[in-house]
């Protein structure tokens, strides 16, 4: 299981996961940006699938929450 | 003590996401910690969705609370899955929190094809899955007709008698003012076997249902105070 990390977007902390390939050749990276109402998990879960389908062909990839959506904290 | 958060499935689970994040916080803000954990075949954990049943999320709760004295809170099915464990363990969980929980498993299943018709009509979908009658598509989850069926069979009316606790809590959220019908028998049952229980209502939108901006802290706030 994926435990989310968090890093800091102005004065917000936004939590996201990287998922990387196990050989750690990265051919290419991707950025999962959710919907309005979703979080870091897509609707239905498609990104977490997505992401590990991606990891094993070499894609890198960063799911994270907006701001005030899923772990994401909202300051401002 | 331990404080367990079992979230709801499907759709519910994306939309109460938010309340169980700001529960956590409100859980820091007090010294406490409530783990949040997603069951096999859901949100961060491995596995597919389509493998999960009614087993193998009461077995990932049990994993989870291991041996130890434990609290555990629940929203809509992810209650009654926090109840169904109170009816298997013994004297591990003290308290029971549950938030709405599903007491007639047949009407919940029913409710959920309601809201996948729905969607079906607005999108022009027609739920196919490859013709394997195995599964239903239900809110965009592959979902098998077995697990359906012993969520079908969910009723806490025929289960408290064996139930296992100290205390139980329900929070009722009802803009209407008024205790469900179902929780009042709930409670009465309940207080019949020697449980000590409390009902509350919360003036709150339905959640678990729609991704309301929103503060939450009226529920957050009490459910902290139950479990101090």
């Given at each position: 299981?994926?435990?989310?990390?968090?890093?800091n977007?102005?004065p917000?902390?936004?939590?996201?996961?990287?998922?990387?390939?196990?050989?750690?050749?990265?051919?290419?990276?991707?950025?999962?940006v959710?919907?309005?109402?979703?979080?870091?998990?897509?609707?239905?879960?498609?990104?977490?699938?997505?992401?590990?389908?991606?990891?094993?062909?070499?894609?890198?990839?960063?799911?994270?929450?907006?701001?005030?959506c899923?772990?994401?904290?909202?300051?401002? | 003590?331990?404080?367990?958060?079992?979230?709801?499935?499907?759709?519910?689970?994306?939309?109460?996401?938010?309340?169980?994040?700001?529960?956590?916080?409100?859980?820091?803000?007090?010294?406490?910690?409530?783990?949040?954990?997603?069951?096999q075949?859901?949100?961060?954990?491995?596995?597919?969705?389509?493998d999960?049943?009614?087993?193998?999320?009461?077995?990932?709760?049990?994993?989870?609370?291991?041996?130890?004295?434990?609290?555990?809170?629940?929203?809509?099915?992810?209650?009654?899955?926090?109840?169904?464990?109170?009816?298997?363990?013994?004297?591990?969980?003290?308290?029971?929190?549950?938030i709405?929980?599903?007491?007639?498993?047949?009407?919940?299943?029913?409710?959920?094809?309601?809201?996948?018709?729905?969607k079906?009509?607005?999108?022009?979908?027609?739920?196919?899955?490859?013709?394997?009658?195995?599964?239903?598509?239900?809110?965009?989850?592959?979902?098998?007709?077995?697990?359906?069926?012993?969520v079908r069979?969910?009723?806490?009316?025929?289960?408290?008698?064996?139930i296992?606790?100290?205390?139980?809590?329900?929070?009722?959220?009802?803009?209407?003012?008024?205790?469900?019908?179902?929780?009042?028998?709930?409670?009465?049952?309940?207080?019949?076997?020697?449980?000590?229980?409390?009902?509350?209502?919360?003036?709150?939108?339905?959640?678990?249902?729609?991704?309301?901006?929103?503060?939450?802290?009226?529920?957050?706030?009490?459910?902290?105070?139950?479990?101090?």
């Amino acid at each position: 299981m994926s435990h989310p990390e968090f890093f800091n977007s102005g004065p917000n902390v936004l939590s996201y996961i990287c998922t990387i390939p196990n050989d750690n050749k990265i051919k290419a990276g991707l950025i999962f940006v959710h919907a309005a109402d979703g979080n870091r998990l897509g609707p239905h879960r498609m990104f977490v699938e997505l992401a590990d389908r991606l990891k094993n062909c070499g894609i890198a990839s960063f799911r994270f929450d907006m701001r005030g959506c899923g772990d994401s904290a909202s300051r401002k | 003590m331990r404080y367990v958060y079992c979230h709801p499935l499907f759709d519910e689970r994306k939309c109460s996401h938010r309340f169980s994040y700001q529960l956590s916080k409100a859980f820091e803000k007090n010294n406490l910690q409530l783990e949040r954990f997603d069951y096999q075949g859901t949100g961060e954990a491995e596995g597919k969705f389509c493998d999960v049943t009614m087993d193998s999320l009461q077995n990932d709760v049990k994993i989870k609370i291991a041996d130890s004295p434990a609290c555990l809170i629940g929203t809509r099915l992810g209650a009654t899955i926090a109840f169904n464990c109170c009816c298997q363990e013994k004297q591990v969980i003290k308290t029971l929190i549950l938030i709405e929980p599903v007491v007639n498993g047949k009407e919940y299943v029913e409710y959920l094809f309601r809201k996948q018709h729905l969607k079906d009509m607005i999108t022009g979908n027609h739920n196919d899955l490859s013709n394997d009658k195995s599964f239903c598509n239900l809110e965009g989850y592959k979902t098998s007709n077995a697990f359906l069926e012993q969520v079908r069979h969910i009723n806490i009316f025929e289960t408290h008698n064996r139930i296992n606790v100290e205390t139980v809590y329900i929070a009722c959220i009802s803009s209407s003012g008024k205790v469900y019908h179902e929780y009042d028998q709930l409670v009465n049952h309940l207080k019949k076997n020697g449980i000590q229980v409390n009902v509350e209502i919360f003036n709150l939108p339905i959640f678990w249902e729609r991704i309301p901006a929103m503060d939450y802290s009226v529920l957050t706030d009490k459910i902290v105070e139950w479990c101090k």
